[in-house]
């Protein structure tokens, strides 16, 4: 039966937890995907306390990291979804994102709205993948991609 946190302290220590075992124990991100046998984005954003696993995912990503039954089950519970605590992000890689949607966000509205309708891209029904490609000017580009299903809002 699929269990609820209501209180994101415990998921947020259990992150905490993964990424201390994960750099003790010198893994990456994909290595941790590829034994949970989904995405490197789901299993990175479910690690972090934003999606929950799967037991046939949380089993084998909890013995890679060496974490007991309780972060077994605690990694199957639907979190409480949203925001980095404290309002405006201070990181500097978050708070870019947060920049990009600040600046670009009405842009993406209204080209959503001009080739789909009134509706929404959703967050549940969705793919991400980050890719690094060389830059022709030189150096390296970040390939950001958000696919996710449009929902059209239904008169009712």
């Given at each position: 039966m699929p269990h609820a946190q209501f209180d994101p302290t415990a998921r947020q220590a259990l992150a905490v937890a993964v990424?201390?075992?994960?750099?003790?124990?010198?893994?990456?991100?994909q290595q941790l995907a590829d034994s949970a046998g989904?995405?490197?984005?789901?299993?990175?954003?479910?690690?972090?306390?934003?999606?929950?696993?799967?037991?046939?995912?949380?089993?084998?990503?909890?013995?890679?990291?060496?974490l007991d039954e309780d972060a077994v089950a605690l990694l199957q519970t639907i979190p409480t979804r949203g925001p980095v605590p404290g309002g405006l992000p201070t990181d500097p890689t978050i708070y870019r994102f947060h920049e990009m949607l600040q600046v670009y966000g009405t842009t993406l509205k209204a080209l959503v709205h001009e080739q789909f309708g009134d509706g929404i891209i959703s967050a549940i029904n969705f793919k991400l993948d980050v890719r690094k490609v060389a830059d022709p000017e030189g150096g390296e580009r970040a390939v950001i991609t958000l696919d996710g299903k449009y929902l059209p809002t239904r008169p009712f």
């Open positions: 990424v201390e075992a994960k750099t003790r124990k010198d893994l990456s991100w989904l995405s490197v984005a789901f299993v990175t954003a479910a690690l972090l306390g934003q999606h929950p696993l799967p037991e046939s995912a949380a089993r084998p990503v909890a013995a890679l990291l060496g």
